[in-house]
């Protein structure tokens, strides 16, 4: 029954495991052909791959575990799936109901560990339950705000031995969720006044944006008032990184023409972005001057940190396309003298401090540079590869320096920063873009997290290609060391203890090519991503001691108080 | 500030843990905490109390709201409204002292809902401040135990909390 749901739901695949209290659901999955299950070697990959299957398509993601610790192990996928807004549906075995709260082998309460993690949770008691459960679950990841579901299936609840009248609801109402869809046409005439009065204006935008399919009407919106536009990390993507109105990423790690700009401006229009910590810097230093209209999904995203002058609550492609009927009805326009200077101001930035307009890293060095790696992986793959990534150095190399010009492209653990979280999702993207380049920017910290997944890779013909920027220590604990506590590098060095990863691709029959000289770097790359058909691992050694810059200053600092390098502050 | 909450959520499994790890979680403040069906048995009526500036509560209610189980809710004290909470309470009463209790027990409008040679059980109602007040006026040598229901609520006038 409940495999007939997800057929029924229009689930293509499963990302599970199996076990004892999942069994029943198993054999169901074994005796169908519609729904396709791919078997990982940990849970938490599972959740991964499903996330960045969701990312990747904007459909919901599938997950299937057993009781227990098939239960836990999926709780960091989750959780990193709950930070991004992913929608998930994550479906866990139980004990038998006569069984549960009695310390069973293999239970362990799910609904109550996952609680704080989801938007919200079913645990089915009667099988006759199961359709609308399935369908409500559905509804609810993929509705409003996205975000994982719960359902926590009581073994003998799946038990075959029962029959029931069986339809799958095509619709369902639940009385006490309406998510939001219209943004108050008020509010928005009054947000499109504020923009058109606007004499220094940013246009800032988050994973609602790409997650909202809102990056067309955005991009259309931009470029008819010509206004600067500027993307979080998770927002990357949201709006095309080679058009010449783009700052690039803000934030901690941000360009110094994205931060500065967000510092000095008049008015924002922040879209689908939620005023992260790791965005604003200090809260009570946070843009002095600016006016803020903030279009979100979700009311309680509005004036949760920074207060919103203008706040709008609605789908973001529906507000920004009657912003777009608002502005072109009308025949006002910025003033084009104050939007001209701004322009003006800005491009001196950029070309000041700016990331692009001249290399903001040591050329001349022997060793290789993390950066010309993620600049020489978009310059083979012609920019236009799905890319994932783990945490630490490399996401932010990856996020500065591949530039992408189409939403869904980009996939990491933004909120949560889940280390692991590459590999799986890179595999979870290539299940749903079988033919697509997919690359995975790693680093030999994060990679050990799930590395185990290499087999799966093998199991499924899951050609992504794993690059591995390989510092030999924890690139970016070492950075905050270096900057915090005077170099003591505290547990982020591995000494001579990691592991010959050639040797380990290879046994698990993938190719493994190892960069250590730089002239070699851009040969070798093309080599890998002509292996199209092949798994291939990059070990690529990078310099050590290189840092991320620009870096925000904490705390205290605002918007604009950064690092440009190791010598160089705002 | 003070702030009554008074929501309509699902009579399901779950949805009260689903409130309280809300507060938990994002800490916020409990002060107390009421929960029972209503005339509709699908749904339970929860009235909470909390402290909290202006902020604050307004992402307290926007998040009780983006809890799935939750059908409405109501700041109560952003209107006129009635609040009631009832407390029980075992004192010492023997000799002088029991006329005493008596007599204070009749100013605040209480009961003495049992009796034996050496004490009385209370009841009384009324705001959460005349709860305290009386405490204070039987004094502590005299309270054995005390029990509250935490403080429920309901809006004057027209105005209405339902489907």
């Known amino acids: 029954m409940l495999i007939r749901a997800l057929r029924d739901e229009g689930v293509e695949y499963i990302f599970?495991?199996?076990?004892?209290?999942?069994?029943?659901?198993?054999?169901?999955?074994?005796?169908?052909?519609?729904?396709?299950?791919?078997?990982?070697?940990?849970?938490?990959?599972?959740?991964?791959?499903?996330?960045?299957?969701?990312?990747?398509?904007?459909?919901?993601?599938?997950?299937?575990?057993?009781?227990?610790?098939?239960?836990?192990?999926?709780?960091?996928?989750?959780?990193?799936?709950?930070?991004?807004?992913?929608?998930?549906?994550?479906?866990?075995?139980?004990?038998?109901?006569?069984?549960?709260?009695?310390?069973?082998?293999?239970?362990?309460?799910?609904?109550?560990?996952?609680?704080p993690i989801v938007k919200h949770s079913f645990m089915v008691?009667?099988?006759?339950?199961?359709?609308?459960?399935?369908?409500?679950?559905?509804?609810?990841?993929?509705?409003?705000?996205?975000?994982?579901?719960?359902?926590d299936?009581?073994?003998?609840?799946?038990?075959?031995?029962?029959?029931?009248?069986?339809?799958?609801?095509?619709?369902?109402?639940?009385?006490?969720?309406?998510?939001?869809?219209?943004?108050?046409?008020?509010?928005?005439?009054?947000?499109?006044?504020?923009?058109?009065?606007?004499?220094?204006?940013?246009?800032?935008?988050?994973?609602?944006?790409?997650q909202g399919n809102a990056a067309e009407?955005?991009?259309?919106?931009?470029?008819?008032?010509?206004?600067?536009?500027?993307?979080?990390?998770?927002?990357?993507?949201?709006?095309?990184?080679?058009?010449?109105?783009?700052?690039?990423?803000?934030?901690?790690?941000?360009?110094?023409?994205?931060?500065?700009?967000?510092?000095?401006?008049?008015?924002?229009?922040?879209?689908?972005?939620?005023?992260?910590?790791?965005?604003?810097?200090?809260?009570?230093?946070?843009c002095p001057n600016a006016k803020i209209i903030h279009v979100d999904i979700d009311p309680a995203s509005i004036s949760k940190t920074v207060v919103a002058d203008v706040p709008i609550v609605g789908a973001v492609d529906s507000v920004l396309s009657e912003m777009l009927a608002l502005i072109q009805e009308t025949d006002?326009?910025?003033?084009?003298?104050?939007?001209?200077?701004?322009?003006?101001?800005?491009?001196?930035?950029?070309?000041?401090?700016?990331?692009?307009?001249?290399?903001?890293?040591d050329t001349s060095s022997e060793k290789i540079?993390?950066?010309?790696?993620?600049?020489?992986?978009?310059?083979?793959?012609?920019?236009?590869?799905?890319?994932?990534?783990?945490?630490?150095?490399?996401?932010?190399?990856?996020?500065q320096y591949y530039r992408f010009d189409k939403p869904r492209r980009w996939i990491n653990s933004g909120g949560l920063g889940t280390m692991g979280f590459g590999l799986p999702a890179a595999m979870g993207v290539q299940v749903a873009h079988r033919d697509a380049t997919v690359v995975c920017v790693t680093g030999e910290g994060s990679i050990q997290m799930c590395i185990q997944e290499l087999s799966t890779c093998t199991q499924y013909h899951l050609p992504v290609k794993i690059i591995c920027l390989n510092n030999q220590a924890l690139g970016m604990v070492r950075q905050w060391q270096d900057m915090q506590y005077s170099s003591r590098y505290a547990e982020s060095l591995y000494e001579d203890s990691l592991p010959d990863f050639i040797k380990l691709a290879e046994a698990y029959g993938h190719v493994g090519m190892r960069v250590t000289k730089r002239e070699e770097l851009k040969a070798k790359l093309e080599e890998c991503f002509a292996l199209k058909d092949r798994v291939v691992f990059m070990d690529i050694m990078v310099d050590q001691s290189e840092h991320v810059y620009p870096m925000h200053v904490a705390p205290n600092g605002s918007m604009r108080d950064m690092y440009l390098s190791k010598t160089e502050r705002t | 500030m003070r702030r009554i909450i008074s929501v309509l959520m699902e009579n399901a499994p779950g949805a009260l843990s689903r409130v309280v790890g809300l507060f938990s979680q994002r800490g916020y403040n409990i002060e107390s905490l009421t929960v029972a069906p209503t005339e509709d048995p699908t749904l339970s009526r929860l009235t909470l109390t909390t402290l909290g500036d202006e902020h604050k509560i307004e992402q307290i209610t926007k998040h009780l709201n983006k809890l799935i189980d939750v059908v409405k809710l109501v700041d109560l004290t952003e209107g006129a409204h009635i609040e009631r909470e009832l407390m029980l309470v075992k004192v010492k009463a023997a000799g002088a002292q029991r006329a005493e209790v008596k007599r204070c027990v009749d100013i605040f409008r209480g009961q003495i809902v049992d009796v034996t040679s050496s004490l009385y059980i209370i009841q009384i109602t009324g705001t959460s401040d005349k709860l305290d007040a009386f405490l204070q006026a039987v004094g502590d040598a005299a309270i054995l135990e005390v029990v509250r229901t935490g403080v429920s609520g309901i809006s004057r006038g027209e105005k209405v909390l339902s489907l």
């Open chain 1, 332 to 361: 006002e326009r910025p003033d084009a003298e104050a939007i001209a200077a701004w322009w003006k101001q800005i491009n001196e930035w950029r070309d000041r401090h700016g990331l692009y307009a001249k290399p903001r890293y």
């Open chain 1, 16 to 115: 599970g495991y199996p076990g004892g209290a999942a069994l029943h659901i198993y054999d169901a999955i074994f005796r169908q052909q519609d729904v396709k299950h791919i078997l990982v070697r940990h849970e938490q990959a599972a959740t991964h791959m499903a996330d960045a299957y969701s990312r990747s398509t904007g459909r919901v993601g599938t997950v299937l575990v057993t009781s227990g610790p098939g239960a836990t192990n999926a709780i960091t996928g989750i959780a990193t799936a709950y930070m991004d807004s992913i929608p998930m549906v994550v479906i866990s075995g139980q004990v038998m109901s006569h069984l549960i709260g009695e310390d069973a082998f293999q239970e362990t309460d799910m609904v109550g560990i996952s609680r």
């Open chain 1, 217 to 286: 009407l955005l991009t259309q919106l931009v470029q008819l008032l010509d206004f600067p536009c500027t993307n979080t990390l998770m927002g990357l993507g949201g709006y095309p990184a080679t058009d010449k109105r783009f700052l690039g990423m803000l934030g901690m790690h941000g360009t110094f023409e994205a931060n500065t700009a967000m510092h000095h401006s008049d008015v924002i229009l922040a879209v689908g972005a939620r005023f992260d910590d790791r965005v604003t810097n200090t809260v009570s230093k946070f």
């Open chain 1, 125 to 151: 008691k009667h099988a006759s339950e199961i359709p609308e459960i399935v369908k409500k679950a559905y509804y609810i990841a993929s509705t409003g705000r996205p975000g994982p579901v719960v359902i």
């Open chain 1, 153 to 210: 299936v009581p073994k003998d609840v799946t038990h075959p031995g029962q029959t029931f009248p069986y339809e799958y609801p095509e619709k369902v109402k639940i009385r006490s969720y309406t998510p939001a869809t219209r943004g108050h046409t008020g509010q928005i005439k009054k947000a499109v006044q504020l923009l058109l009065s606007a004499k220094r204006p940013v246009i800032y935008t988050g994973g609602g944006v790409v």
């Open chain 1, 369 to 399: 540079k993390p950066q010309e790696v993620i600049t020489a992986i978009y310059e083979v793959t012609k920019g236009d590869a799905f890319v994932t990534s783990d945490v630490g150095q490399h996401q932010m190399f990856t996020a």
